[in-house]
């Protein structure tokens, strides 16, 4: 399977993620959605931000040019919000996967989807 259809067909398709991407620890973009206009330099910033929350907590979440709240995080999962949108981060061992979802899907329901397809990479050495 390819890096697009990881974001197309388990992502997406989910209908809890309305826009994501897969990218290594350098930023560098791998798949994303259509649409989903995320940089390099914004996806470094938020790896960088799984070490060092506080360049989170103090900077929020920037992604596609929007400032999302930093909500919690851990070494491995950052969460955001903005408004009635919500971000849910996962940190492999290779890649970083990003979803972005809105209301009514619940913040649990993305992660759900995030986090299976990230166990599934880490299982598959990604």
Known sequence: MSWQDYVDNQLIASQCVSKACISGHDG???AKSEGFEVTKEELAKLVQ????TEILTS???TLAGQRHIYLSGTDRVIRA???KVGVHCMKTQQAVIVA???EPVQPQQAASV???LGDYLITCGY
């Not at 931000?49 to 060092?52: I, L, P, S």
């Open 100 to 102: 972005i979802y809105e």
């Open 81 to 83: 919000k903005l408004g």
């Open 28 to 30: 560098g973009i791998w």
């Open 114 to 116: 995030v986090e299976k």
């Open 59 to 61: 900077g929020g979440v």
């Open 49 to 52: 931000g799984f070490d060092k």
